[in-house]
């Protein structure tokens, strides 16, 4: 007979039953964490648990249903919120958005020239600010400043943080308590409210505005200026564009008008191109140089738009006004570190190859890429779309990659477990009674819609079986026929090992009869033999899921009701097809421990093994004639598909 876990909770009533930081602490499973993470760290997460759970009984819950008996879920519920804690918060992720220079991930992607310089001036002392020439102090500037010259025609030029920061500092050490003209139509806002005329606020400038909106001519210039006029602005709108009845004043009109009234024309270019974009086929953007030909003294622009180099503010011009700049206090303020110059001086220097820039500059090369190019990559993705709303039919809606916006309501999109209580159930709901599915795409061609706002595609399902297949195919194409691939646990395999099959271990799911940690055959419940081009794929509830307090909710989705799927603990699927045999294993997964058969039958799958969540498994025929048990199941069961 079976002892009773031991409780933590006092006999007094309410919050006060709860046991107290210290008394946690004593556990030994807690102090087996703080050998890992340290004491501190655990000490905040165990409070966080203990205030979470006195939430919930002033909330109205009983204090033993919101801290069950034992430490196992103690021990589960502080590790899973530890290492979500300990995991980085900035993290590679996908540009699928079509935009190249996406604010939101990072902007210019950096060449590899970049990226290794960064790495040696990160790892070892380097001469930020000394001239080993002279064995003396040295400026920042000059490790970039030479290239700036030289692709922009400037006497000089100086570095800071952003193009914001570039503006700031040139309107604060020009201007302050000054008046500066700009015109009305080129008062930007962009992403972030970063308003032009903040900016000159934050300077210490009064904004003078001329013109209209539409229309801005070089007397309306002229009769702003005043004694108090310090300097005359143009800003170059990268983000937007006035079409119709327009006029704006030419940058030379503007520097001689500029230059009759003893004042400094400043041009903000923003994006920073360095080359003519239409040399490549793309429209033509502002260079620099182009500004100071037609008589601009000071041009800013950023280092991480076109130009395709680090987040950095760039200001060219005449060598007397970059001097003020530099005399600026603002100048160390905004100044930028050793990885930021790192990065500049290596991809200027891919400039000086102009041959060569497409080929090595990430951001050109992306930019650049013909029609063709672009419609191929679509191409290869519309088959895909095809295939998986064939699957997604076949398995009755159980594999289902249109429930994204479920899938990320359940916390599953992150590359870390979630942690805390589930989703409100009127969010879960609302998705599940949309009912969007695969069926709700429209296909046009190579133009692909979707009749149902509430769709968002997740191939999480069936995309690595498709790069488990794409991946035999290259090896195979290399010559290569005996070959095994794994990619997180889904295998499959060409040819022999040896002469031999290839002997694949089928993981024992935690929710089965055997605990994975006191397995005696490294986590294996069995073990398949398979030669020639085959697939094992296995899906499980045990290897993602949300962790809240004792209880797990597994990453896989019942689109039917929303909520993750519990009664199969995991399925595994053999197959030639390794996308096939992942959309199965899932579908399966889904179906139950009742009428899965069918759904075998209707994708096509006929050697297939299924763990309940009492231990049990039932096989198919083929399966069974493949599959050793390593540890006996409770029971085991041969199923019939026809």
């Known amino acids: ?41 655990v000490q905040a997460i165990v409070r966080a648990l203990i205030e979470e759970k006195r939430g919930a009984i002033l909330a109205g819950a009983v204090p033993e249903a919101v801290w069950p008996p034992g430490e196992a879920w103690i021990e589960r519920h502080l590790r899973a919120r530890l290492e979500a804690d300990g995991r980085a918060k900035l993290r590679p992720v996908f540009n699928l958005t079509g935009t190249v220079l996406h ?25 930020l ?6 064995g003396e102090r040295g400026d920042r500037d000059d490790l970039v400043e030479g290239w700036l010259r030289e692709l922009t025609g400037a006497e000089a030029a100086t570095v800071v943080n952003n193009n914001a920061a570039a503006v700031l500092l040139t309107l604060n050490a020009l201007a302050q308590r000054r008046e500066v003209i700009v015109s009305r139509g080129e008062l930007i806002e962009i992403g972030g409210a970063f308003r032009m005329p903040d900016i000159m606020a934050r300077a210490g400038v009064k904004l003078v ?7 801005t001519h070089l007397r309306d210039y002229a009769q702003a200026i005043g004694p108090k006029t310090a300097m005359l602005m143009k800003v170059h709108a990268s983000n937007y564009a006035i079409a119709g009845f327009t006029a704006a004043v030419a940058e030379d009109e503007l520097a001689q008008l500029a230059r009759g009234h003893g004042l400094p024309l400043a041009v903000d270019l923003g994006s920073g191109a360095l080359v003519d974009l239409a040399a490549y086929g793309l429209p033509h953007e502002p260079l620099p ?50 990885m930021t110059l790192a990065a500049l001086e290596a991809v200027l220097r891919l400039y ?7 080929e090595r500059l990430t951001t050109l090369r992306l930019l650049t890429r013909s029609q063709q190019e672009i419609r191929r990559l679509g191409e290869r993705l519309l088959p895909l779309l095809h295939e998986v709303r064939d699957l997604a039919r076949a398995s009755g809606g159980l594999f289902n990659p249109a429930i994204g916006k479920l899938v990320g309501l359940w916390g599953f999109h992150n590359d870390e477990m979630p942690v805390g209580a589930p989703p409100h159930m009127a969010a879960v709901a609302e998705l599940v009674a949309a009912a969007p599915s695969m069926d709700d795409l429209l296909f046009d061609g190579h133009r ?45 395999v060409s040819g022999t090992r040896g002469g ?79 996308a096939r045999a992942d959309v199965a294993a899932t579908a399966l997964v889904v179906a139950g421990s009742a009428v899965w058969p069918e759904v075998a039958r209707s994708l096509g799958v006929s050697e297939v093994m299924i763990v309940d969540e009492a231990g049990r498994v039932q096989l198919t025929p083929g399966m069974a004639a493949k599959i050793q048990f390593v540890e006996q199941p409770a029971s085991v069961k041969t199923v019939e598909l026809a």
């Open 1 to 41: 007979m079976n002892e009773p876990l031991p409780t933590l909770l006092s006999a007094r009533p309410g919050p006060a039953a709860l046991p107290s930081v210290d008394r946690v602490m004593g556990l030994a499973c807690v102090a087996a964490l703080m050998e890992l993470y340290g004491r501190a760290a």
């Open 129 to 134: 600010e000394y001239d080993v020439s002279r």
């Open 500 to 578: 031999r099959p290839w002997r694949i271990g089928v993981r024992h799911p935690q929710g089965g009869r055997s605990d994975l940690r006191h397995s005696q055959n490294g986590g294996a419940i069995a073990s398949v033999e398979v030669s020639g081009r085959m697939a094992v794929v296995t899906s499980g509830t045990y290897e993602r899921y949300r962790q809240d307090g004792d209880r797990r909710y597994p990453h896989i989705i019942d689109p039917r009701s929303g909520q993750p799927a519990t009664h199969v603990v995991s399925a595994t699927v053999l197959h030639p097809d390794a």
């Open 209 to 215: 505005e001329v013109g209209t909106t539409n229309r």
């Open 352 to 358: 000086r190859n102009p041959d060569r820039l497409r």
């Open 289 to 338: 140089g182009e500004s100071l030909r037609a008589g601009a003294d000071l041009v800013t622009f950023s280092g991480d738009k076109l130009l395709g180099g680090p987040q950095a503010g760039i200001v060219v011009g005449r060598s007397e006004l970059i001097a003020k700049l530099r005399k600026n206090p603002l100048k160390r303020a905004l100044r930028v570190d050793k």
């Open 448 to 492: 692909v819609s979707s009749r149902n706002p509430q769709v968002q595609i997740d191939l999480g399902g069936h995309a690595k079986g498709v790069a488990l297949n794409q991946a035999l195919d290259r090896l195979a194409a290399l010559g290569y026929g005996n070959a095994l691939v794994n990619l997180g646990g889904n295998l499959a």
């Open 103 to 127: 604010t939101n991930f990072g902007r210019a992607p950096m060449p590899p020239e970049a990226i290794e310089a960064v790495a040696a001036a990160m790892a070892s002392p380097c001469n």
